[in-house]
């Protein structure tokens, strides 16, 4: 397993290379397993390369944390140490103002409007805005639709959720979020989700499926409700360094690789979603179906006015909500 300061003294290494097809491999982190969607869809752009550049271009794949947490391993990539890390927008928001847009809650009707977001100008708009931070947007891959499950009581409206106290990332658009709401934001530690549910700490999270399942934290909370509040992506980012040091050739090579890999990293996840909601139904969760998305979205709109700050942001934001999503994906 290779160690992290090799992966800093790389860029360093390889200072006088001109021609990256004899260098190493392209380096790539992704914090989730090795068989989690994302992670395969790295895999999926080593294979699409080796073949299209007859082994002259390969990716060399580092999952499960190896490389440190996701916030570690964008600021090695920013550094030049990292070719390739996979990362949820989060700790992207503090960096790439535009991509707070893509984290608004209620933006996205459904599965098949976020994608055609992705998919389309308004998403290359966002990831092209990561340049200038050292970073090169090379697409997403989807986390899904997330939703608020807790110990109480099925969640219809916001008013079901007032007074809870629920679990959010340590994000200030999600603990902007649950204040609209009227409920008590607790950041927490992802891996300390589970006894906090069972203590009372907190009264419940929110996420997708295959979190809630993997997690077992349907064992302590088992009313999910299907808020779809937010359905923010994952993205796979490259280190402009590493992107500036190849050809022409090279990048389009890449660029391709990652584009192709999408649908099958969506194939893969929308398979896990379906897996982990039969599961946890098995298991006896309640899930609630006939929420008002209506009266959730209303109470989001001083949420979108605090965070879309630029005349710019605004017309992302009027770009995706114009969106026709009938050419995407049936909704999860």
């Not at 550049?53 to 490389?67: D, S």
Request: charged share 25%; glycine share 8%; hydrophobic share 40%.
């Amino acid at each position: 397993m290779i160690r992290r300061r090799e992966l800093l003294l790389a860029p360093l290494l390889l200072a006088g290379c001109g021609d990256r097809k004899s260098a190493r491999p392209l380096f790539a982190a992704d914090s989730q397993p090795d068989d989690y969607p994302t992670t395969q869809g790295i895999h999926a752009i080593d294979r699409l390369l080796n073949e299209r550049t007859n082994g002259e271009m390969r990716v060399r794949v580092y999952p499960g944390g190896q490389m440190g947490a996701e916030k570690d391993t964008l600021e090695i990539a920013v550094f030049g140490g990292l070719d390739l890390t996979r990362v949820n927008l989060a700790p992207i928001n503090s960096i790439v103002p535009e991509t707070i847009v893509l984290a608004l809650p209620f933006l996205f009707r459904s599965i098949a409007h976020s994608r055609a977001a992705f998919d389309g100008t308004v998403g290359r708009k966002i990831l092209d805005a990561m340049m200038p931070y050292g970073l090169r947007g090379m697409c997403y891959y989807d986390s899904g639709a997330r939703s608020f499950y807790n110990t109480k009581r099925p969640i219809y409206s916001p008013d079901d959720i007032a007074g809870m106290k629920i679990r959010v990332q340590n994000s200030d658009i999600y603990v902007a979020m649950m204040q609209a709401l009227g409920a008590n934001p607790t950041p927490i530690p992802y891996g300390e989700v589970y006894q906090s549910l069972v203590q009372g700490v907190v009264d419940g999270a929110e996420n997708n499926y295959p979190s809630y399942e993997s997690s077992r934290h349907f064992e302590a909370a088992g009313h999910y409700s299907l808020t779809r509040h937010v359905m923010a992506p994952e993205v796979l980012v490259a280190s402009r360094r590493s992107w500036d040091r190849m050809t022409a050739e090279e990048q389009d090579y890449l660029q391709a690789a990652a584009s192709d890999s999408v649908p099958i990293m969506r194939e893969l996840w929308d398979a896990r979603v379906g897996v982990s909601r039969q599961r946890v139904i098995e298991r006896g969760v309640e899930v609630v179906e006939n929420v008002n998305h209506a009266a959730f979205a209303e109470k989001m709109l001083p949420v979108w006015d605090r965070f879309v700050v630029t005349p710019e942001m605004r017309a992302l934001v009027d770009e995706i909500v114009g969106l026709d999503e009938t050419q995407g994906a049936a909704d999860a």
